[in-house]
């Protein structure tokens, strides 16, 4: 019996943030026909894929790729630009310390709005007394009004992810980030809307979570970067031949 032949390609994948991410693509590819076997690599964000091209084409494994709620690009056209969707946008760490500083701020501005006042609100009120005079329904539209402008921003990225995998009943890391952000964000906003006894804010969590996983992946983007070129430098470094010395036999 003849066995079929078989090609490789490697498809550069955009969307994986974690080895869920990674779960679904390699069942996506390896349950399209004619898919002989398929790696995927999250490091280096690619897939390598042996498939049968009398059954199926390159093109398939791309549309099987982004049925599962991601998106790829065959080899040919990595040099187009469109492998990196998030190419345009502010830089990760940007984004990440913007956040950060946000949500400390709105830590401090939120001093006021406590139903307790503790040791650090005395000495806050003493150190800022025009923070704790403010009608505290200006603070409360100053952070809705900051938090509601920022999320979109900085947090797109995860947001669209999640929704992603919501369209394809798949759940990642994003999913969770963007449940409890809007439950918090959600909740903050009626209790600015309706204030009412009791109803606290916590726009200072949504934007500080939202800012120390951006940080996560910039510092993992950035460790990403430094091994893949580590290995580079040591692929580089294999010699292209070999000669072999053969004691001749007397």
Same mark, same amino acid.
């Given at each position: 019996?003849?066995?079929?032949?078989?090609?490789?390609?490697?498809?550069?994948?955009?969307?994986?943030?974690?080895?869920?991410?990674?779960?679904?693509?390699?069942?996506?590819?390896?349950?399209?026909?004619?898919?002989?076997?398929?790696?995927?690599?999250?490091?280096?964000?690619?897939?390598?894929?042996?498939?049968?091209?009398?059954?199926?084409?390159?093109?398939?494994?791309?549309?099987?790729?982004?049925?599962?709620?991601?998106?790829?690009?065959?080899?040919?056209?990595?040099?187009?630009?469109?492998?990196?969707?998030?190419?345009?946008?502010?830089?990760?760490?940007?984004?990440?310390?913007?956040?950060?500083?946000?949500?400390?701020?709105?830590?401090?501005?939120?001093?006021?709005?406590?139903?307790?006042?503790?040791?650090?609100?005395?000495?806050?009120?003493?150190?800022?007394?025009?923070?704790?005079?403010?009608?505290?329904?200006?603070?409360?539209?100053?952070?809705?009004?900051?938090?509601?402008? /920022?999320?979109?921003?900085?947090?797109?990225?995860?947001?669209?992810?999640?929704?992603?995998?919501?369209?394809?009943?798949?759940?990642?890391?994003?999913?969770?980030?963007?449940?409890?952000?809007?439950?918090?964000?959600?909740?903050?906003?009626?209790?600015?809307?309706?204030?009412?006894?009791?109803?606290?804010?916590?726009?200072?969590?949504?934007?500080?979570?939202?800012?120390?996983?951006?940080?996560?992946?910039?510092?993992?983007?950035?460790?990403?970067?430094?091994?893949?070129?580590? /290995?580079?430098?040591?692929?580089?470094?294999?010699?292209?031949?070999?000669?072999?010395?053969?004691?001749?036999?007397?």
């Amino acid at each position: 019996m003849a066995i079929p032949a078989t090609e490789s390609v490697t498809l550069p994948v955009v969307g994986m943030t974690c080895a869920s991410c990674q779960h679904h693509v390699e069942n996506a590819l390896r349950s399209t026909a004619g898919v002989a076997e398929a790696r995927v690599d999250l490091m280096a964000h690619r897939a390598r894929v042996t498939f049968d091209p009398a059954v199926v084409q390159p093109e398939a494994l791309v549309a099987a790729v982004r049925q599962a709620g991601y998106d790829a690009v065959l080899p040919r056209a990595v040099g187009g630009g469109s492998v990196d969707a998030d190419a345009s946008d502010a830089g990760p760490e940007l984004k990440a310390y913007t956040m950060l500083a946000a949500g400390a701020a709105a830590m401090l501005l939120a001093m006021p709005l406590g139903a307790e006042m503790g040791a650090v609100d005395h000495a806050l009120m003493r150190v800022f007394p025009w923070l704790f005079a403010a009608p505290q329904s200006a603070l409360r539209w100053t952070l809705l009004l900051m938090t509601a402008a /920022l999320i979109p921003w900085a947090g797109r990225g995860i947001f669209q992810n999640a929704w992603r995998g919501l369209l394809h009943r798949t759940t990642n890391m994003n999913t969770l980030v963007a449940l409890g952000t809007s439950v918090a964000f959600l909740y903050s906003a009626y209790a600015t809307v309706f204030p009412a006894p009791g109803l606290q804010v916590y726009f200072d969590a949504v934007l500080l979570i939202l800012g120390f996983l951006l940080l996560g992946k910039s510092l993992e983007s950035r460790a990403k970067r430094r091994a893949m070129a580590a /290995l580079d430098s040591l692929n580089r470094m294999k010699p292209v031949t070999a000669r072999r010395i053969v004691e001749a036999r007397r």
